[in-house]
């Protein structure tokens, strides 16, 4: 029998299927690139991160040329994303540290490693952080590991699954755990999806999200939603 943590959660992905319906990824055959985009995501929006990473692609001729290059070169080109004193040396730090262990700027070894195995060779190396080492192994690798951004854990706090001073290292840890192996890569587009457009930051759309009967915010914000009234609904 599923726990009740469980049966909440497949409600949740029902009901954001219901709005959302079937989302189709395939998978992001260059790693390395979607690690460095990943780290250009970081404190910024998708568009100026996006922009920024084809700037980067059509400045060097690939990724190995890029982490030959100075600093300056990448700053200039990765502007627009902000933080780029932080996030030039980040990117060329991290492509550095992986030819220094593996002999040459491929991640295509993590395809082969478990989910365990692989999250720690990357969390090792410095900027690589809990999200983006999630993303990079379950969009490049399909690895069954779900990577919590400021939208999944907004969303997973006011729904009451996770405690508000719960980090979102351990909301990862907590969500890969409860989360369908199968189906993880479209519940997480789901939950961001949902943080974005209905349950914002600021002003949520409460009235519209279909998520209400099962949210512990919206039942303490507008009553008649208590936790046993949740318990029968999920």
């Known amino acids: 029998m599923p726990s009740g943590v469980s049966r909440q959660i497949r409600s949740i992905r029902r009901l954001l299927f219901k709005r959302f319906g079937r989302l189709e990824v395939r998978p992001e055959k260059d790693a390395v690139g979607e690690l460095v985009k ?12 996006l922009r920024a990473f084809d700037n980067l692609k059509k400045g060097f001729k690939d990724w190995d040329s890029l982490r030959k290059s100075g600093a300056t070169s990448i700053k200039k080109r990765i502007k627009s994303a902000g933080l780029s004193n932080i996030k030039a040396p980040r990117i060329k730090g991290a492509l550095n540290e992986i030819v220094r262990r593996r002999g040459a700027l491929d991640l295509g070894f993590l395809g ?7 999250y720690r060779f990357l969390r090792s190396i410095k900027g690589i ?6 993303i990079v192994l379950l969009f490049s690798f399909g690895k069954p590991i779900m990577p919590v951004d400021t939208h999944i854990l907004r969303v997973m706090k006011r729904l009451g699954l996770i405690g508000p001073k719960t980090t979102r290292e351990k909301a990862q840890d907590f969500l890969t755990e409860k989360s369908p192996k199968h189906a993880i890569k479209e519940f997480h587009l789901h939950l961001i999806l949902h943080g974005r457009e209905i349950c914002t930051a600021r002003a949520p ?3 519209l999200c279909n998520l209400r009967l099962l949210c ?19």
């Open 38 to 49: 990943t780290i250009l995501s970081q404190n910024t929006s998708d568009v100026t991160s």
């Open 129 to 134: 952080g809990p999200k983006t080492a999630a």
């Open 205 to 207: 759309k409460c009235l």
């Open 112 to 118: 082969g490693l478990d989910t365990g195995s692989g």
């Open 216 to 234: 512990k915010y919206y039942g303490d914000r507008y009553g008649g939603n208590n936790a046993k009234d949740r318990k029968k609904r999920v």
